[in-house]
């Protein structure tokens, strides 16, 4: 028994060890990462990148393979938009019986045996970019969860959009948690997460257009007691126009480390919302390499979180052709005791001349003990760019909170009306409708939950 | 309607009224006037109800319901009205939103159905031909950006939909061109009736050739220490506040 025991990676190998197995030409990948996940270790507070972020909580539970659990009736509904195709995983597992994915471009899961998601395409890119050690600068590191995810997913979303295909209704992928309640098992105080390990993978082919929805959801909003730790991929073609929001309305207990990777070939367009309004720890690594001449990737997020909830949006864009732009707009509203973390990395190579690269973070703190912690770093090592970046940390316009009761608005609803003004740029970006219209009801929903502050 | 008796506050430790007194009863129009930093708009802000002035001693009333228990929009529902020397810019809240949500509130709080938004829109045309205020701000959020004459005409707006029972303007003409200045007099004027009063702070005679005031008070450091008819402005106007002082306060 060793003092660091709490941080042992064993129960995470002893998953490993025991998983159902997976398609052959997977194995080498997943044994490949799952070494490199156990040489790395468990970050702690003397690594830099994860300085900010105290994984004890998460660390101290004992790890358990998602339940299977079949859904009632009903219970992935009020998170689905009807008018979209779908696909839906239940604990990280397919659920054909409730989804319905599109026709004219391929979407499958990843473990359904012949569907498609064993092809080359995939499994060329499936991985290679999230490993950690693929295409990223020297200094980037081995993303310890990255790694987790490679090797021990169970199932996830192959999308493949044809060169030049443009898809109208946007895909929605949803990712159901749905843990088992807790049972006494976990003896002493070592409480049970159980894990799952959402896959994603968007390849859009060359001039393709489409759009991919994600939401983060629990079946139960207070049950917690899970930790989901997805990765996504997208390979954004020449040419290609890539919109992409995640939601994440996870427990307000969960445990969300979360790892997305955007790829941008030559003139290729990637466009990611991230809305975080669960969870109570909650990571996002987020890295979007330019690496075709006349790529553009905008980056923007929203966190309105409370309580003893906490945020880490870590962000790395790498420019490493030239004319390739960047827009970065992270906003948190933050109440309670919560905290967040806003990590902007820019990295402009030498050769990426002509970089526009542009990063704002702004807060708003709701009470005397939020926290918020917003560290831009560039790193330009080309001499012909604009770079541009700033940071904020406000609390409410009180003036204007006291124009709007003079008027006769309830303080409540002024308080909420100043929130919802600071916050909305970027719910109302979201163009498609029930989706614009779910984000506004969250954002709402959360402002108003907040009782007299 | 309002009373304000021995009013004393003070902001951030710094005594600025030191003894108001003033009553205003419906249908009344009153001009307050004084020199910069006499206190006008510490008044007005502590009749609305400004939660960092500190009223120390004295008592205001409205209708006999004691302001100082009563929250701003609590006053605003009883009919109290501001229109700020410095109105605040809200980006984010779209202004003919947040006039609707404000009339709504003030429905609501008086047990009268809330308007929805195609009678609100007809009522905020209505109003905003009035007062004259191009349909383009309507439609922007709250004061951002407005040029300085663009705000005082937005407060007018907001007092002609509002339709309050005692409306304070607080400099609602500085800043105004001369056609402006019309308009917003012509917008008071058409609200004024018998149960509705006016205390209209100024430190131009000229907007009250337009607005003739019923009563004029002077306040100077604090306190009011002349009071008089219409024709109070015009002496002011000749001799200035130096020779008024020096003339008449007899305390
Ligand atoms: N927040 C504050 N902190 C300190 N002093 C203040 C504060 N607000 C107002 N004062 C002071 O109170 C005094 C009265 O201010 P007030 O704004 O009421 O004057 P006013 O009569 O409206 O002047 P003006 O004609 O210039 O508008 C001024 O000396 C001003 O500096
Ligand atoms: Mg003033």
């Given at each position: 028994?060793?003092?660091?025991?709490?941080?042992?990676?064993?129960?995470?190998?002893?998953?490993?060890?025991?998983?159902?197995?997976?398609?052959?030409?997977?194995?080498?990948?997943?044994?490949?990462?799952?070494?490199?996940?156990?040489?790395?270790?468990?970050?702690?507070?003397?690594?830099?990148?994860?300085?900010?972020?105290?994984?004890?909580?998460?660390?101290?539970?004992?790890?358990?393979?998602?339940?299977?659990?079949?859904?009632?009736?009903?219970?992935?509904?009020?998170?689905?938009?009807?008018?979209?195709?779908?696909?839906?995983?239940?604990?990280?597992?397919?659920?054909?019986?409730?989804?319905?994915?599109?026709?004219?471009?391929?979407?499958?899961?990843?473990?359904?045996?012949?569907?498609?998601?064993?092809?080359?395409?995939?499994?060329?890119?499936?991985?290679?970019?999230?490993?950690?050690?693929?295409?990223c600068s020297a200094d980037a590191g081995v993303h310890p969860f990255a790694a987790l995810n490679t090797g021990l997913f169970e199932d996830g979303a192959a999308i493949v959009i044809p060169d030049g295909a443009v898809v109208e209704q946007p895909l929605q992928v949803l990712w159901l948690n749905a843990p088992a309640a807790p049972a006494a098992e976990s003896g002493g105080d070592t409480p049970a997460v159980e894990v799952s390990f959402p896959r994603l993978l968007v390849i859009a082919g060359e001039n393709s257009q489409a759009s991919v929805i994600e939401t983060f959801a629990a079946v139960d909003p207070k049950a917690g007691g899970y930790f989901v730790c997805p990765v996504s991929e997208f390979v954004c073609g020449a040419g290609s126009v890539l919109h992409h929001t995640r939601l994440q309305a996870d427990a307000t207990d969960a445990f969300h480390l979360g790892f997305q990777h955007a790829q941008l070939e030559r003139s290729a367009s990637f466009d990611s919302s991230s809305l975080a309004f669960g969870g109570g720890l909650?990571?996002?690594?987020?890295?979007?390499?330019?690496?075709?001449?006349?790529?553009?990737?905008?980056?923007?997020?929203?966190?309105?979180?409370?309580?003893?909830?906490?945020?880490?949006?870590?962000?790395?864009?790498?420019?490493?052709?030239?004319?390739?732009?960047?827009?970065?707009?992270?906003?948190?509203?933050?109440?309670?005791?919560?905290?967040?973390?806003?990590?902007?990395?820019?990295?402009?190579?030498?050769?990426?001349?002509?970089?526009?690269?542009?990063?704002?973070?702004?807060?708003?703190?709701?009470?005397?003990s939020a926290l918020a912690n917003s560290n831009p770093q560039l790193e330009i090592f080309a001499d012909d760019v604009r770079c541009t970046h700033g940071s904020t940390i406000g609390r409410l316009d009180e003036e204007a909170l006291f124009y709007l009761r003079s008027r006769g608005i309830e303080r409540e609803q002024a308080h909420a009306m100043l929130v919802y003004a600071f916050a909305r740029e970027l719910v109302e970006k979201a163009s498609h409708e029930p989706l614009r219209q779910d984000l506004e009801s969250r954002l709402l929903a959360s402002l108003n939950g907040g009782g007299p502050r | 309607m309002l009373r304000v008796s021995d009013l004393h506050a003070k902001v951030e430790e710094q005594k600025i009224l030191k003894g108001v007194d003033l009553e205003v009863n419906a249908g009344e129009v009153h001009a307050v006037m004084g020199p910069n930093g006499s206190g006008k708009s510490t008044l007005a802000q502590v009749l609305a109800g400004r939660e960092d002035y500190d009223v120390t001693a004295g008592s205001l009333e409205l209708d006999g319901d004691d302001l100082q228990e009563m929250?701003?929009?609590?006053?605003?529902?009883?009919?109290?009205?501001?229109?700020?020397?410095?109105?605040?810019?809200?980006?984010?809240?779209?202004?003919?939103?947040?006039?609707?949500?404000?009339?709504?509130?003030?429905?609501?709080?008086?047990?009268?159905?809330?308007?929805?938004?195609?009678?609100?829109?007809?009522?905020?045309?209505?109003?905003?031909?009035?007062?004259?205020?191009?349909?383009?701000?309507?439609?922007?959020?709250?004061?951002?950006?407005?040029?300085?004459?663009?705000?005082?005409?937005?407060?007018?707006?907001?007092?002609?939909?509002?339709?309050?029972?005692?409306?304070?303007?607080?400099?609602?003409?500085?800043?105004?061109?001369?056609?402006a200045l019309k308009t917003v007099a012509a917008g008071v004027n058409a609200l004024r009736s018998e149960d509705r009063a006016f205390v209209v702070i100024t430190h131009y005679q000229r907007l009250l050739n337009y607005i003739v005031p019923d009563h004029v008070h002077v306040l100077l450091d604090g306190r009011i220490v002349r009071s008089g008819g219409s024709e109070l402005a015009l002496e002011l106007e000749e001799k200035g506040y130096t020779g008024l002082t020096n003339g008449s306060s007899g305390d």
């Open positions: 028994m060793t003092i660091a025991s709490g941080r042992s990676t064993a129960p995470y190998l002893d998953l490993y060890a025991r998983r159902g197995g997976e398609p052959e030409v997977l194995r080498a990948r997943r044994q490949e990462a799952i070494e490199r996940f156990e040489a790395a270790g468990f970050p702690t507070g003397r690594d830099e990148e994860w300085r900010q972020t105290n994984l004890g909580s998460l660390l101290r539970a004992a790890p358990a393979a998602a339940s299977r659990r079949p859904l009632q009736g009903g219970e992935a509904a009020r998170f689905l938009y009807p008018d979209c195709p779908r696909m839906v995983f239940v604990n990280g597992r397919y659920a054909p019986e409730i989804s319905s994915p599109p026709r004219q471009i391929t979407a499958v899961a990843l473990a359904e045996p012949g569907a498609g998601g064993d092809t080359e395409a995939v499994l060329e890119h499936l991985g290679a970019h999230a490993s950690g050690r693929a295409s909650v990571r996002n690594d987020t890295v979007g390499l330019l690496d075709g001449e006349g790529s553009h990737c905008t980056l923007d997020g929203l966190y309105v979180i409370d309580g003893s909830q906490f945020v880490d949006n870590h962000m790395r864009v790498e420019h490493r052709q030239p004319h390739t732009t960047s827009h970065q707009l992270y906003k948190g509203v933050l109440d309670g005791r919560a905290r967040s973390v806003f990590n902007g990395r820019i990295y402009v190579h030498q050769a990426a001349q002509k970089t526009d690269a542009k990063q704002t973070n702004r807060n708003l703190l709701l009470s005397k | 929250a701003p929009e609590e006053r605003a529902h009883a009919g109290l009205f501001l229109a700020f020397q410095y109105p605040v810019e809200i980006p984010g809240v779209g202004n003919s939103y947040f006039l609707k949500a404000a009339l709504n509130a003030i429905r609501k709080a008086r047990g009268e159905d809330e308007l929805d938004a195609m009678d609100f829109l007809q009522l905020l045309r209505k109003r905003a031909e009035l007062v004259d205020v191009d349909e383009a701000l309507l439609r922007r959020p709250v004061n951002e950006g407005f040029s300085g004459g663009e705000k005082k005409r937005n407060e007018i707006l907001q007092m002609a939909v509002l339709e309050p029972r005692l409306a304070v303007l607080d400099e609602t003409d500085s800043g105004l061109d001369i056609d």
